[in-house]
C-alpha cells in the first residue's frame, strides 16, 4: 500500500516536496515511478527510481527541475519540485513497478497511492 502527501497550493517558481510512504517487507525491492495528471488528459510519466536507489529517469517536461530519491529505511520516495510552473499542475501518484511493460506506461504498475494534488499558480 503507499500513501502520496506533500502536496498544496505554490506560487511559480516555487518548490514543493512530495512523499510516498510505502508498507510492507518489499517495498525496497521495487522500482518505484511518479505519475501525474492533469484534469482532462491521460496520466503521465514523470520519473522513476530503481529498486537501490542507483538509476533514476525523467520525463523531458521535469529533467532539471525535478529530482526523485528514496530512503528505503523509511520506505519512503521523494519527489523534489523545483521551479514549478502552471504547467505541472496535476494529480501525482507513485506506484510500484510490477514489470509486463514500459517504464513509461501505466499497466506496468501496481500498487498506486491514492494521489495528492500540486496546483501551480501563475
Known amino acids: 500500500q503507499l500513501q502520496a502527501s506533500g502536496g498544496g497550493l505554490v506560487q511559480a517558481g516555487g518548490s514543493l516536496r512530495l512523499s510516498c510512504a510505502g508498507s510492507?517487507?518489499?517495498?525496497?525491492?521495487?522500482?518505484m515511478s511518479w505519475f501525474r495528471q492533469a484534469p482532462g488528459t491521460e496520466r503521465e510519466f514523470v520519473a522513476n527510481?530503481?529498486?537501490?536507489?542507483?538509476?533514476?529517469y525523467y520525463a523531458d517536461s521535469v529533467k532539471g527541475r525535478f529530482t526523485i530519491s528514496r530512503d528505503n529505511a523509511k520506505k519512503t520516495v521523494y519527489l523534489q519540485m523545483n521551479s514549478l510552473t502552471p504547467e505541472d499542475t496535476a494529480v501525482y501518484y507513485c506506484?510500484?513497478?510490477?514489470?509486463?511493460?514500459?517504464?513509461?506506461?501505466?499497466?506496468?504498475?501496481?500498487?498506486w497511492g491514492q494521489g495528492t494534488l500540486v496546483t501551480v499558480s501563475s
Open positions: 506506484a510500484a513497478y510490477v514489470g509486463g511493460s514500459s517504464i513509461f506506461t501505466t499497466r506496468a504498475y501496481d500498487h
Open positions: 527510481i530503481l529498486w537501490s536507489g542507483g538509476s533514476t
Open positions: 510492507g517487507r518489499t517495498f525496497s525491492s521495487y522500482t
